[in-house]
Structures are given as structure tokens and as C-alpha cells.
């Protein structure tokens, strides 16, 4: 007797290995690593630069208060009350803490303006400095 014959259909086709599938997966699991690490590398670099350009903001208010007034501020809130600074925009840093401010500068500085960076705490490696913030390439 002979077998009979199979017909070929053309909706017929070859499943995916299992390997084949698996491979996919790890692909897929790495590019989104991928994506994730920079979208987190990204939010990092976004806070620092909204830290700079606040402090620019508050650094031009102290300037103006000074030729107003022959003296630096003794606190920001002060600009506040001079209306050189709008209130509805308080002077925070990018991860939500207040700056540092005092109007005895360091090193020769006029003042000092400081924000403690991501960790929150002053006096680490990771503050960001007003007068030196542009050389740290931050």
C-alpha cells in the first residue's frame, strides 16, 4: 500500500524554535536596559542644568539688590520682599531643596550660592557650586 500523499497548503508554515523566541527576548530585555539607563542618565543632567539656571536667576537678583543697595541681601527671601524675585517661583534646586545662600563670599567671591546637589546634603562632592558650576561641566 502506499501513503497517501500530503498535500502542501500554503497557510502550512514553520513555527518559531524555542530558541528562536528566547532570542528575541534578550534582545528585546537589552535595548530597553539600554533606553532605561538613559532616560535616567537623562533626568539627572535635566536637574542639574533647571539647579544652574535657577542660580543664574537668583545670582542676577543679588547683583541687582547690590546696585540697589550698596550690600548683598542678608537671606533670598529678601529678594522676595524687593520684588526682584517673583514669588510664585521659589529659588529650589533641581531635586526640590532650598539654595544656599550667604552674603559672605568665599575665596574673594562677592557671595555665596550653593545647592547641595542630588544627595541633599551640603558639604559633599556633588554640591554645585554658583561661581564654579560652569567649569565643572555639569
Known sequence: ???PAVKKNRFHARAFSLLE???????????????????IAGGEKAKNKATMATMDIVASGLKQYNLDNSAFPPTIA????????????????????D??????????QDFTLRSSGPDKQSGTPDDIDYFTMNKQGQ
Open 1 to 3: 500500500m502506499e501513503k
Open 21 to 39: 523566541l528566547m532570542l528575541v527576548v534578550a534582545i528585546i530585555a537589552v535595548l530597553s536596559g539600554i533606553v532605561a539607563f538613559n532616560v
Open 78 to 97: 529678601s529678594l522676595y520682599a524687593a520684588k526682584i524675585l517673583d514669588a510664585a517661583k521659589p529659588a529650589k534646586d533641581g531635586w526640590g531643596s
Open 99 to 108: 539654595l544656599i545662600y550667604s552674603p559672605q563670599g568665599l575665596n574673594g
